[in-house]
């Protein structure tokens, strides 16, 4: 029998060095076309930001100092009267450090190629943990499912870093799965990077760790992030302070002059011109963290993370529509699930999926308007909702436990 082993395992390792070889090839010629372009990618967008604050924090400089971010962003063509801010902790510059460490055309080039790898790691990553389905014709339909999102497009296009929270996330499932919970939990030290899009899936992960006693997650996630921490610290004592005043600048979203943003604060500034301010993530965070504890044992992971992110999301402080970026995780639930429904459901499911990939791709290209996408997660979250209960009613819902097998009976 080892003798019929070695040609099977051959032929499938040499595809995967062929694999591996051929991205990074791809990589490369991509990067040195773009290099040589007079196309100055990224100019003007969210990762002049990121790579502004990581370049000063390479220098050990404040990377909340706004001045000296202005400068720098100015050197690289904008135009504004304010620097393009970024509302995120220290550890994110420390993980941009090697791109703020480059010349912007240099650092831009690289997070414009790298991206779009970690938005598909993370659709493989994802669709292994919700789906027991394997072929080509299965990865085709995870990576079609990221890279039609217009979500997703936007976000690559932006130059967003929420693509990290989308490999934690992608990261944090397939390890957990695993049970190689140390690193499952410092996996998820990367959805803090966006503490707004963290704030119900990081304590609902923390909490089902702690009640099925997972302490290497718990273990893991405190390690990892400490590390940072004290990391960011040598580099620049003062961060803490320099953060926190960062959210009193006039341009804070955090500010009465709320952003008019695709969440419940931003709809219904837009709507009433009336600020409520953090109390839907108040409420949606006391209610996870008493449910969690009486219904999380019979969920998987996953399911308690697309749950999370599908809350989450519209009712954060605030947020953005390319944040929304992590509603792939339900949308390929719901594509795992589509398989076990009847004929008419499923003509239902797909349609509706349809729909909702054309809508998105319409308010971003057509009319485009932030607090519009607020029907994103809310549209996902319906066609999620229905798509897990006729399946739940079938008992196929369970897929892959990751903590606890989800019940094949309704409650």
């Not at 791109?99 to 991206?115: D, E, I, P």
Request: charge should be positive.
């Amino acid at each position: 029998m080892r003798m019929h082993q070695g040609p099977k395992a051959l032929p499938g390792r040499a595809s995967a060095v062929f694999l591996i070889a051929l991205v990074i090839i791809t990589v490369a010629t991509l990067y040195i076309f773009l290099l040589r372009s007079p196309t100055r990618v990224y100019e003007a967008t969210d990762f002049l930001g990121y790579w502004a604050a990581a370049n000063l924090l390479a220098h050990e400089e404040n990377p909340y100092d706004q001045e000296a971010l202005l400068a720098l962003e100015r050197a690289q063509g904008w135009q504004g009267d304010e620097p393009v801010y970024s509302w995120n902790p220290p550890w994110l510059h420390l993980i941009m450090l090697p791109l703020g460490a480059l010349s912007f055309r240099q650092g831009a080039a690289l997070w414009f190629v790298v991206n779009p790898l970690l938005i598909g790691m993370s659709a493989l990553l994802m669709w292994d943990v919700v789906s027991q389905r394997r072929g080509l014709a299965q990865i085709g339909l995870a990576l079609l499912a990221a890279f039609l999102f217009s979500r997703s497009l936007h976000a690559l296009l932006e130059g967003q870093v929420n693509t990290l929270v989308l490999v934690g996330c992608a990261s944090l499932l397939t390890l957990a799965l695993a049970h190689r919970d140390l690193l499952a939990g410092a996996a998820l030290v990367l959805v803090t990077v966006k503490p707004h899009l963290a704030y119900l899936l990081l304590p609902t992960v923390l909490l089902i760790g702690l009640l099925q006693r997972r302490w290497r997650i718990i273990i893991g996630f405190s390690v990892c992030l400490t590390f940072l921490v004290l990391l960011a610290s040598w580099l620049f004592p003062q961060w803490g302070e320099a953060y926190l005043s960062l959210f009193d600048v006039p341009a804070s979203p955090l500010g009465a002059t709320a952003y008019i943003t695709p969440t419940v604060r931003g709809f219904l500034k837009l709507l009433a011109n009336f600020d409520i301010g953090a109390w839907p993530a108040v409420i949606c965070l006391t209610s996870f963290l008493i449910l969690i504890p009486l219904r999380g044992r019979d969920l998987s992971l996953a399911t308690v993370a697309s749950l999370s992110l599908l809350v989450g999301l519209p009712t954060a402080p605030f947020g953005w529509s390319t944040d929304q970026i992590l509603l792939l995780l339900p949308i390929l639930q719901i594509a795992a699930w589509i398989p076990k429904l009847t004929a008419r459901e499923k003509r239902i499911a797909k349609l509706s999926l349809v729909f909702i990939y054309a809508y998105a791709l319409c308010v971003w290209l057509i009319s485009y308007r932030d607090v519009a996408f607020l029907a994103l997660p809310v549209m996902v979250g319906l066609l999620w909702a229905y798509t897990y209960r006729k399946v739940l009613g079938t008992g196929g819902a369970t897929g892959k436990p990751v903590i606890e097998p989800e019940s094949a009976s309704p409650h």
